[in-house]
């Protein structure tokens, strides 16, 4: 497949498939590029829809979506047609093509196929043809989130990478920040960070040495990054000197046990009382709500000030983003 041409204006319908959590901080963003590039710009319970006319470097470039489509509506060869003519596929040379398991795959498979002259290709395919809520939707293989950003290590409990990206829009990384992931994985957060935050000093730990080893595949995204090995519930960080936190905590599920967890995280949460700056922002994922609100509770000088609930794709796993600060007292203490 020859690459996509960015700069090319191309006209379509297209679908920003998100997830929940992601979807009203993206439309927000689709509404700030707004017009003449995207009109009719509405959300659904995980996607942004919006009719898009212009170059589609500002859209590819957005990190709060995974997969982009064309919204195929009534006449799917038709609107097809359209976009090789016009619209996205105008800019890249697709031949491959798969149908998702959706009523009337056979009958859809077999225009495609005969109307467009492509091929059917499930193993290997530049457009996915998908039902996304009411949208049946063309996704566009070199436009997937994986396609748009370098590869990365990853490990069975990474972040997904958009929630990824929404923990690090919500703790509003400054420019020379100090930004630590304390249960760091395969760094997915401090890679977003990096791609983000320009000037932003990078740290990650994890008790793990296979975790590390992969955040070390990922190091070279991560310009300046320190890894270190360490206990969550024993920073090996000075009093004050964080300025941000962003973090995927163990869930208990694939990694740890709720048991464990009630040990780590009311001692993880006064390790972050400790660690951050007055003015310092922790922004913790986690499907354990319940004993991160006590924790945080507990801890000397911290209160949660935001929940944002996700999803994972699928809706396996609803976490939220916890946005936890310092109280006001204890921001004076800390000045
Ligand atoms: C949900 S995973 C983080 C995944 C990471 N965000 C990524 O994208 O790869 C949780 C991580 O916490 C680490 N962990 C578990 N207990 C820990 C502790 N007490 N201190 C530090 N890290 C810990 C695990 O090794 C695991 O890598």
Same mark, same amino acid.
């Not at 990694?255 to 922790?282: I, K, M, W």
């Given at each position: 497949m020859t690459p996509v041409d960015l700069d090319r204006p191309v006209a379509d319908r297209v679908h920003l498939a998100s997830l929940p959590g992601a979807v009203e901080p993206l439309l927000q963003q689709c509404h700030d590029l707004g017009a003449p590039l995207l009109t009719g710009i509405r959300r659904t319970a995980d996607a942004v829809v919006a009719d898009l006319a212009g170059p589609l470097r500002p859209i590819a470039a957005l990190r709060l979506y995974a997969a982009f489509g064309i919204v195929l509506g009534d006449d799917p060869v038709a609107t097809l047609q359209r976009s090789r003519e016009t619209g996205v596929l105008s800019v890249l040379d697709a031949q491959r093509f798969r149908v998702g398991e959706l009523p009337g795959r056979r009958a859809l498979t077999e225009q495609l196929a005969s109307g467009l002259g492509w091929t059917n290709d499930?193993?290997?395919?530049?457009?996915?043809?998908?039902?996304?809520?009411?949208?049946?939707?063309?996704?566009?293989?070199?436009?997937?989130?994986?396609?748009?950003?370098?590869?990365?290590?990853?490990?069975?409990?990474?972040?997904?990478?958009?929630?990824?990206?929404l923990v690090v829009k919500l703790a509003k990384i400054r420019a020379d920040d100090v930004v630590l992931d304390p249960f760091c994985g395969a760094a997915t957060m401090l890679v977003e960070a990096a791609a983000v935050g320009a000037g932003a000093v990078l740290v990650g730990?994890?008790?793990?040495?296979?975790?590390?080893?992969?955040?070390?595949?990922?190091?070279?995204?991560?310009?300046?990054?320190?890894?270190?090995?360490?206990?969550?519930?024993?920073?090996?960080?000075?009093?004050?000197?964080?300025?941000?936190?962003? =973090?995927?905590?163990?869930?208990?599920?694939?990694?740890?046990?709720? =048991? =464990?967890?009630?040990?780590?995280?009311?001692?993880?949460?006064?390790?972050?009382?400790?660690?951050?700056?007055?003015?310092?922002?922790?922004?913790?994922?986690?499907?354990?709500? =319940?004993?991160?609100?006590?924790?945080?509770?507990?801890a000397r000088g911290l209160k949660v000030v935001r929940e944002v609930k996700l999803a994972t794709p699928g809706g396996e796993l609803h976490p939220s983003a916890f946005v936890v600060e310092r109280t006001r007292a204890a921001r004076r203490r800390h000045r």
């Open positions: 499930p193993g290997d395919y530049d457009v996915n043809v998908e039902q996304a809520g009411r949208e049946l939707v063309a996704q566009v293989g070199p436009l997937f989130r994986s396609r748009r950003f370098p590869a990365m290590a990853r490990l069975p409990a990474s972040a997904n990478p958009v929630l990824a990206a730990s994890d008790v793990d040495p296979g975790a590390l080893r992969a955040a070390g595949a990922n190091a070279p995204l991560i310009a300046g990054g320190v890894f270190a090995r360490a206990d969550a519930a024993h920073l090996p960080y000075a009093d004050g000197v964080i300025d941000r936190v962003v =973090t995927n905590m163990p869930f208990g599920k694939l990694v740890g046990s709720h =048991t =464990t967890n009630l040990a780590l995280y009311p001692a993880f949460a006064a390790e972050l009382g400790r660690v951050l700056r007055a003015d310092g922002r922790a922004v913790l994922m986690t499907e354990e709500k =319940t004993l991160l609100n006590r924790s945080v509770a507990d």
